[in-house]
Nanobody, 119 residues
Framework: QVQLVESGGGLVQPGGSLRLSCAAS????????MGWYRQAPGKQRELVAG???????NYADSVKVRFTISRDNAKNTVYLQMNDLKPEDTAVYYC?????????????WGQGTQVTVSS
C-alpha cells in the first residue's frame, strides 16, 4: 500500500522559514507529478507548487520567489522550502503525488501538516 508522510510544519514568526518534506513509501513503480496544496480555515484547497517527473515546476502567484519546490527521485521525496513566511500562508499543507504501483495508477494525498505564521 502506498503512503505519503509529511513532516516539517510548525509555528513560525512572520519573515521566518520552514521546510516541508513528503516521502512516498510502498510498492512503487513510478512517481509522476508531485505537489503541495494548502487549505486555510473557511477556504478551498489550493495548489501551492507542483513539480513533474521531468523537473517542470509551477507556483501559485502568491508564493513565487518566496517558496521553492524540489524532489529527490532516489528517495521518493518532495520538499517545499518556504521563506519570508506571511500570516496569510497559515494553513494545513498537503502533499500530493500521482503514483503507479502494483495496484495501478492513482492520486495520493498526505495527512496534512499545519503551518502557522504568527508573532
Amino acid at each position: 500500500q502506498v503512503q505519503l508522510v509529511e513532516s516539517g510544519g510548525g509555528l513560525v514568526q512572520p519573515g521566518g522559514s520552514l521546510r516541508l518534506s513528503c516521502a512516498a513509501s510502498g510498492r512503487i513503480f513510478s512517481i509522476y507529478g508531485m505537489g503541495w496544496y494548502r487549505q486555510a480555515p473557511g477556504k478551498q484547497r489550493e495548489l501551492v507548487a507542483g513539480i513533474t517527473s521531468g523537473g517542470g515546476i509551477n507556483y501559485a502567484d502568491s508564493v513565487k520567489v518566496r517558496f521553492t519546490i524540489s524532489r529527490d527521485n532516489a528517495k521518493n521525496t518532495v520538499y517545499l522550502q518556504m521563506n519570508d513566511l506571511k500570516p496569510e500562508d497559515t494553513a494545513v499543507y498537503y502533499c500530493n503525488a500521482a503514483i503507479r504501483s502494483y495496484g495501478g495508477e492513482s492520486d495520493y494525498w498526505g495527512q496534512g501538516t499545519q503551518v502557522t505564521v504568527s508573532s
